[in-house]
């Protein structure tokens, strides 16, 4: 089963094209690695499967809805489905760790507050955080920072989560940490998660299903195995991280 699709996507910003006849399938239930050079539009595809942007040509369906036809009330109800776990963090400065966690459970459901506090207690342990929940995003580390995105993300069982980059830039220990919190969200709650990242060894430890973006379209998708195994020079040079290819650099 399909939770997603990107049909034929072309998005500009400005003159600049950067997906061009974009086509990608996201499997319900499954974690699908999307990979690809900095700058290549991996983030414009989380933008467009959470409908924070609209595509110049071509469509974004999510459970066979065009995220087109909304209007806006419907996509405001359409994002509380989707966790988005964003590349810079975006805590707000001027909430605790514990009340950004806890925003998308107190304006989106009707929750007591110790129900509240009871699972964004949860979710902040499960990443590490929970001694953390009374800071300010100003006294966190940049890994914490994103620790904190994670949990605001994950809080309310999304159906999908999107994740930027979710490791980039932090220990290892913490690293291992958050490539089990992806998996483990995804086999419990048969949750769908897409997950941008450059981080390849995670990436073969979590992902079902890897994409590779390259000059505006997916030029490989499949097992972490069969994308191993592409015959493509350029997923080859890119996931072997060498200088010597057909990749501009
Ligand atoms: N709002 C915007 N206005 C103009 N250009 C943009 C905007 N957002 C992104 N871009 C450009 O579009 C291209 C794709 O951006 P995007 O953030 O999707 O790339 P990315 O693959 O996520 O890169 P990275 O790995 O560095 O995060 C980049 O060249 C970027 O400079
Ligand atoms: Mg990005």
Same mark, same amino acid.
């Given at each position: 089963?399909?939770?997603?699709?990107?049909?034929?996507?072309?998005?500009?910003?400005?003159?600049r094209?950067?997906?061009?006849?974009? /086509? *990608?399938?996201?499997?319900?239930?499954?974690?699908?690695? $999307?990979?690809?050079l900095?700058?290549?539009? %991996? #983030?414009? =595809?989380?933008?467009?499967?959470?409908?924070?942007?609209?595509?110049?040509a071509?469509?974004?369906?999510?459970?066979?809805?065009?995220l087109?036809?909304?209007?806006?009330?419907?996509?405001?109800?359409?994002?509380?489905?989707?966790?988005?776990?964003?590349?810079?963090?975006?805590?707000?400065? /001027? *909430?605790?760790?514990?009340?950004?966690?806890a925003?998308p $459970?107190?304006?989106?459901?009707?929750?007591s %507050? #110790?129900? =509240?506090?009871?699972?964004?207690?949860?979710?902040?342990?499960?990443?590490?955080l929970?001694?953390?929940?009374?800071?300010?995003p100003?006294?966190l580390?940049?890994?914490?920072?994103?620790?904190?995105g994670f949990a605001?993300?994950?809080?309310?069982?999304?159906?999908?989560?999107?994740?930027?980059?979710p490791?980039?830039?932090?220990?290892?220990?913490?690293?291992?940490?958050?490539?089990?919190?992806?998996?483990?969200?995804?086999?419990?709650?048969?949750?769908?998660?897409?997950?941008?990242?450059?981080d390849?060894?995670s990436i073969?430890?979590?992902?079902?299903?890897?994409?590779?973006?390259?000059?505006?379209?997916?030029?490989?998708?499949?097992?972490v195995a069969?994308?191993?195994?592409?015959?493509?020079?350029?997923?080859?040079?890119?996931?072997?991280?060498s200088?010597?290819?057909?990749?501009?650099?």
């Amino acid at each position: 089963m399909k939770l997603a699709r990107i049909e034929g996507v072309t998005l500009r910003y400005g003159e600049r094209v950067i997906l061009q006849n974009c /086509s *990608l399938d996201i499997e319900e239930g499954a974690i699908t690695c $999307l990979i690809g050079l900095s700058g290549s539009g %991996k #983030s414009t =595809i989380l933008r467009l499967l959470n409908g924070l942007r609209q595509p110049d040509a071509g469509r974004v369906m999510v459970r066979g809805v065009d995220l087109s036809n909304l209007r806006d009330r419907q996509l405001i109800d359409f994002r509380r489905k989707i966790g988005f776990s964003f590349q810079f963090g975006a805590l707000f400065d /001027s *909430l605790t760790v514990g009340d950004n966690v806890a925003m998308p $459970l107190r304006e989106h459901t009707k929750m007591s %507050k #110790s129900e =509240i506090d009871r699972i964004v207690l949860e979710t902040l342990d499960t990443v590490g955080l929970a001694n953390a929940r009374d800071q300010m995003p100003s006294q966190l580390s940049g890994g914490m920072v994103k620790r904190a995105g994670f949990a605001r993300a994950v809080v309310s069982n999304p159906d999908l989560v999107l994740y930027d980059e979710p490791t980039t830039g932090l220990d290892p220990v913490i690293t291992h940490v958050l490539t089990d919190t992806i998996k483990r969200l995804r086999k419990q709650l048969n949750g769908t998660a897409v997950v941008v990242s450059h981080d390849l060894e995670s990436i073969y430890a979590m992902a079902d299903y890897v994409a590779m973006l390259f000059e505006g379209a997916i030029i490989a998708y499949g097992t972490v195995a069969e994308v191993q195994q592409s015959a493509n020079p350029i997923v080859q040079q890119f996931i072997q991280g060498s200088e010597v290819g057909p990749i501009p650099i």
